[in-house]
């Protein structure tokens, strides 16, 4: 099993920044991806970024050039940096990790608003 803990949502204006980050624990594999989804109410759980376990990422073209995923594997841990946030970014946001299982943590909110 593996247990995903999110952290670093919370409530921003329009244009502002946050960092969020998602610490993996339990039985971690050497090899695996991470990344992040988001829900937004009344629609579908949708990827925002994902990051192998060398480092290759991948963006939604909603959040290219704005968001920025990292991951330290000593930490076991995978970040989102979210910047020029819009209010259509808010969101519940959720970690994934993914061997050849795969996991998903409890989710932080984010809500861009004025």
């Known amino acids: 099993q593996v247990q995903l803990v999110e952290s670093g949502g919370g409530l921003v204006q329009p244009g502002g920044s946050l960092r969020l980050s998602c610490v993996a624990s339990g039985r971690i594999f050497r090899i695996y991806n991470m990344g992040w989804y988001r829900q937004a109410p009344g629609k579908q759980r949708e990827s925002v970024a994902t990051?192998?376990?060398?480092?290759?990422?991948n963006y939604a073209d909603s959040v290219r050039g704005r968001f920025t995923i990292s991951r330290d594997n000593a930490k076991n841990t995978v970040y989102l940096q979210i910047n020029s946030l819009k209010p259509e970014d808010t969101a519940v946001y959720y970690c994934n990790y993914a061997d050849y299982l795969s996991y998903w943590g409890q989710g932080t909110q984010v809500t861009v608003s004025s």
């Open positions: 990051i192998t376990s060398g480092g290759s990422t």
